[in-house]
């Protein structure tokens, strides 16, 4: 299990396809450890996967999802759908299956540098097959190598610029796949399946059109396991016992996927997938719901008793209690009490009369003036300036005792003005 080294070169790119119809875990581990090389690697990836018939998606983000309910041979349509989400800093591409490994870890880089000089190059010599416990029970010489048809593996890698010339893979390849190296090899060799003769025909000129020379990468694949697939002569021979017009056998889905209308021949590629076996357990899977249905009994027992919920309206009397809520308003009557701001009658207190006597104004006076001498109940004069003589508030004994007090110092301070 090689670790595959850091690409130097940053033009290119691997995709691959994720299908499984008859969700063999097999298949499934294969593509978690591509996923897992890559990644390890920093290799750029893009995949896809195809869910059938409603199965939900099993791969971690993947690039494109698809549907469909048909099991044909997808792997090249769905590469020609994914190479379009590819970004075009990458002008190359390896197509790749997902049970593949290789055994020379810079096989990437050594494949942009021969795409430097090739348009299309099979990126492998040779391939060992294994088996699950990993020993090789078969080793095959690529169909480049070889010059063979019956030898191909079909994985490329191709400039982007090559796969926009000749459209990408025969897109009706979902009935009869690997047919890029006949129509780069043997472009005028009929291919004998009257419901695609005809788009065939026209693919292989235009590939040939391109004339492009195609080369292998000097490196061994090994090819793992990959779930099981029963015989195709069935599913082929109900294709070619069928009709001939392609539209009235195929129509596309809206992933952009050809799907079957003849139920025999969807039926028989399905059988390449799925065992007569596996149909058993299914219908025992729907006789379980039976046991269900006494459960349902069980929910009549459902003790409504829990409908003691009656003996909450007993609690519902206890409810007035909450009347006794409404003594709280009597809290409200604790601010009549800070309605005693009645402080403000001290100021009252301030008995103005004790700065009265500071009214000795005769303190603003600040040079001699001439007094003229008269009881302290008359007006004082100086010059022009008439001095109000203090009024003396009749009240109590105790308040004439203090104007007394004021009249006193009052002619205390006549006299030093005299003396002055």
Do not use: H
């Amino acid at each position: 299990d090689l670790a595959y080294s850091f690409p130097i070169r940053n033009d290119i790119c691997v995709s691959y396809t994720y299908y499984n119809p008859g969700g063999d875990p097999v298949i499934l581990a294969n593509a978690l450890t591509l996923e897992a090389k890559l990644k390890a690697a920093n290799i750029p990836y893009f995949n896809a996967e195809v869910l059938f018939s409603g199965s939900k998606p099993v791969l971690v983000e993947p690039t494109l999802t698809l549907s469909s309910n048909s099991a044909l041979f997808y792997k090249e349509s769905v590469w020609n759908l994914l190479e379009k989400k590819i970004p075009s800093n990458f002008t190359k591409v390896c197509f790749m299956d997902v049970n593949l490994k290789y055994t020379r870890e810079d096989w990437l880089d050594c494949l942009s540098l021969m795409l430097n000089f090739y348009e299309v190059v099979q990126p492998y010599s040779d391939v060992q097959y294994l088996d699950a416990s990993g020993s090789v029970v078969k080793t095959e010489v690529g169909a480049v190598k070889s010059g063979s048809l019956k030898a191909q593996e079909n994985i490329w890698g191709m400039t982007r610029k090559f796969f926009q010339k000749i459209g990408g893979f025969l897109d009706k390849s979902v009935v009869s796949p690997n047919l890029l190296f006949s129509a780069l090899t043997a472009p005028k060799t009929p291919l004998e399946f009257p419901l695609i003769d005809a788009s065939y025909n026209e693919y292989a000129a235009n590939v040939n059109a391109t004339g492009s020379k195609i080369c292998f990468l000097k490196c061994t694949l090994l090819s793992l396991p990959n779930g099981n697939i029963n015989d195709t002569s069935a599913a082929m021979g109900s294709l070619k016992a069928g009709s001939s017009d392609w539209n009235s056998m195929m129509t596309m889905n809206a992933s952009g996927l050809w799907e079957v209308n003849d139920a025999n021949v969807a039926a028989a590629f399905k059988a390449l997938y799925f065992d007569s076996s596996m149909a058993t357990p299914e219908p025992v899977v729907v006789a379980t719901p039976e046991p269900v249905v006494p459960e349902p009994v069980v929910v009549a027992t459902p003790e409504p008793v829990v409908e003691l919920d009656t003996v909450i309206p007993v609690i519902a009397p206890v409810a007035p209690v909450a009347p006794v809520a409404p003594v709280v308003p009597v809290a409200p009557v604790v601010p009549v009490a800070p309605v005693a701001p009645v402080v403000p009658v001290a100021p009252v207190v301030p008995a103005v009369p004790k700065y009265m006597p500071t009214p000795v104004i005769p303190r603003s006076v600040t040079r001699p003036m001439p007094v003229v001498t008269r009881s302290i109940t008359t007006p004082v004069i100086y010059k022009n300036i008439v001095m109000p003589a203090p009024a003396i508030p009749e009240v109590g004994a105790g308040v004439a005792a203090k104007n007394e007090a004021a009249r006193a110092a009052a002619a205390a301070l006549v006299a030093s003005f005299k003396r002055k």
